[in-house]
């Protein structure tokens, strides 16, 4: 990858990535629009204009955190000691946010589509730039609840040296493992990348 | 007598309503350039700014980003989750 810089022409950050590299963020990214799809859409309301309503406004949320830590992290609780405050909030904007998360996400695989036409390049308009660094962010909280990273010290280690919770774990699931970890290194490195061209 | 100091409770007791702060935590994901930026290009903080309360968060384990009504610092969590930040709302005085 040669990492972004800004294309003084039009204001649009460029980077270049390999095929293996556009194939990988292409995959997390669905990943993370398939993980928050079923949140996203509206409910199965039969009223067609009801669903249209529920849609638009965004209502209809859980009414707690979602059981798969990943989801939980990505849509968390507003309200650290008031679980009353908490579902009302959810109820109120967790559609809307899974929503926005999708439609990043899916901004992010259509610059990918693009890139993959033309050699590679990936190039960024400004609001392509900010779907970008909320994606990354998602996808890299994401591996990060599946590595079990979950303190400043875990961040430090590698993939290998985290506490395993599953006894069965050979080495496969180690290797699988050390491979996570690098690409979740190298996806805060693109982040990094754009913050920099950002300047 | 009576009257004005009800009205003056009344008052205090508003004052109170409005504070309500937005508090960001740390998380051992985000970077702490990421947090920064996040910082100065939503609260439109300077950098000075911005890297003090991101090194709050970082060495506190949470920093308060935000005072106001309470709508408002639901307004600017619901912004940091899109960011993928963990942030919170609660009362000024809790």
């Known amino acids: 990858m040669i990492p972004f810089a800004r294309d003084l022409d039009d204001e649009s950050l460029v980077a270049s990535l390999t095929q293996p590299e556009l194939s990988l963020i292409h995959t997390l990214a669905a990943q993370v629009a398939d993980m928050l799809g079923d949140l996203a859409r509206s409910p199965s309301i039969t009223d067609p204009d009801a669903a249209a309503l529920y849609e638009a406004v965004g209502i209809g949320g859980s009414a707690a955190l979602h059981s798969d830590p990943a989801i939980a992290r990505l849509l968390p609780d507003a309200y650290a000691d008031d679980a009353d405050a908490s579902r009302d909030f959810r109820g109120l904007t967790e559609r809307s946010l899974a929503a926005r998360k999708v439609a990043n996400a899916r901004v992010v695989i259509d610059s990918l589509d693009v890139a993959d036409e033309t050699s590679g390049e990936v190039r960024l308009a400004p609001a392509q730039v900010q779907s970008w660094l909320r994606t990354l962010a998602d996808i890299r909280l994401t591996i990060a609840v599946r590595l079990g990273i979950e303190t400043d010290d875990d961040a430090e280690l590698k993939g290998y040296e985290l506490e395993d919770d599953d006894q069965t774990a050979d080495d496969q699931t180690d290797d699988d493992k050390l491979m996570m970890r690098d690409v979740y290194d190298w996806l805060g490195w693109v982040t990094e990348s754009l913050l920099e061209a950002l300047e | ?94």
């Open chain 2, 1 to 94: 007598m009576t009257q004005t100091i009800e009205s003056t409770e009344i008052r205090e007791e508003t004052v109170l309503d409005s504070a309500w702060i937005t508090l960001v935590w740390n998380d051992p994901v985000n970077l702490m350039s990421y947090v920064s930026y996040v910082f100065r290009s939503y609260f439109g903080f300077s950098r000075e700014e911005a890297d003090k309360r991101m090194l709050q968060v970082h060495n506190d384990g949470r920093a308060v980003v935000a005072t106001g009504a309470r709508e408002e610092m639901e307004r600017h969590v619901e912004a940091m989750h899109d960011f993928g930040l963990w942030a919170t709302v609660q009362k000024a005085d809790a």
